[in-house]
């Protein structure tokens, strides 16, 4: 039997970890490391920033990463693959070969893949993936719209010897599929590797969330170490078969609490799982404790992949304003209630109060809808949250509620206040045969 | 890890754990029984008509409940039920991550449709 396919994580999103990344290229002996950092609204964000800056658009910790990651990459004999490409892939390749041919990497080949952005291909009033409604419907300017491009876009760049692969909305788990089905030559139309392997990646795409990070609860789930997490390794058995650890001497744990919490996340049927590769069928896995800190997943299968792949369609949302003002002490709860009542009062005049939501953390917050609500809490923050097309209106908002300083209830304090840009994105189909991924490789 | 204390659960939390996620308006909760003796319990606590119920005015939407039980496990996926999602809920948890202790503060007893408390 060949032997065990080592890939690691080396960002589960966008703002993501380094250091732990580091450790794990230095001292994983890696054939592969993935850097996922890409979201729906995080590729609509990368439009805005292209649109600004064409020389921009790319993961704004690049740099960062690349920096401290490419050295350590080229030791170790490590493929790197990544969609820190957002909404430019082919500015953050020539980006990264510009620091390669800084630090001294002669020879490095970095591949980038193109073709994600069909804006020119979908027709203005396609219907919406999960909801009814078409794209005409929505009253914003478009941004960007990327297909999800799955694993056979990603194996020509390995064919090909590449030593960094960075794409844009290369979908999450293709990036681990796509180095395990080329290392064992699976044949893409077998269904069930394909599963195998979108396994691996789907409990690895989001980094330290299998290795301990996100599960900590003190008292029932406690987590050793979790400053010191460490990012995950697989080692995928060529049957498809995988053990999920992570290295010694870091924080964290695998267990298969762990494994479990990362099988379903953001999971529907657990049968039924579509990415571009396969429909995966998650719901007859084996979890079982393999060693400390080892867990062995296997069973997973998977039948057709869809016809159609996932369009993120990005839109520009206006702005949104937040501001808050604390109250603590006696009555507090009810001082800051009656701050809630004033500022809704005064700024029902404005254009965009429709969208406004005030919020007393510390009493009732993120569980308001859900009816939960605290009687006396002694230490509590006004926050009010303003969605507005247009700037000022945020502005106005974030006047009326640094006032309260003077004009609200007694003891209030701590005002802060800011805006931000705000996008929307939907999701349409598109026939997988419109989409034609381009590979352009060069050498450092 | 720390085995939940046995003598008296009282909550969701006592007896399991939970991850939430989100896609669009639709999130959903992953809840799974420490104990493989709970689990029963857990489905007994974890109804469908028990969470629509509960949370009228913020899981809008169907409710669907999936089964791993050769892993103790329930996945959840309630849809309607993110205050518009990520991209036009105000809540300062746009993404419902919290979801997962919306469920886990659940009471265990056998009053179906009672609201959690909320601790202070």
Redesign the interface.
Known sequence: MRESFRIGTGAGFSADRLEPAVDLVERGRLDAIVLECLGE?TVAFAHRDRMADPRRGYNALLDRRMRALLPACRKAGTVMITNMGAANPRAAAERTLAIARELGLAGLKVACIEGDDVSALVPPDQPFM??PGTLADIDMPVVGMNAYLGADAIAPALEAGADVIIGGRLADPSMFLAPIAHRFGWDAADMPRMGAGTLVGHLMECGMQVTGG??A?P????VPDLAQCGYPIAEVAPDGSAVITKLARTGG?V?P?TV???????????ARYLTPDVTADF?????APAGPDRVRVSNASGSARPATLKVTVGFD?GFQGEAGVSYAGPAAQQRGQLAADIVRERIAGLNGAA???V?L?GAS?????????????QDVRL?V?L?SREREDAELMLWEVESLLCCGPAGGGGFRGAIVPC???K?VLIPRERVRPALDVQVA | MNTPRRNAPRIVRDIAHARAGDKGNTSNVNVWAYDPADYELLKRALTVERIKQTFPQLIRGKVARYELPHLYGLNFVMQDALEGGVNRSLNLDSHGKSWSYLILGLTLDDAVGEKPQMIE
């Open positions: 609204r999960d909801e996100y599960f609860d008292g029932v789930k406690d744990c267990t609490a479990k919490e990362q099988l379903l996340y953001e999971v529907h049927d657990p719901s007859r896995v084996q979890v949302g969208d406004l939501r919020d953390i917050s993120l569980f308001a809808s859900a009816g939960l609500r605290a009687s006396d809490a926050h949250t969605r996008v929307m994105t999701s």
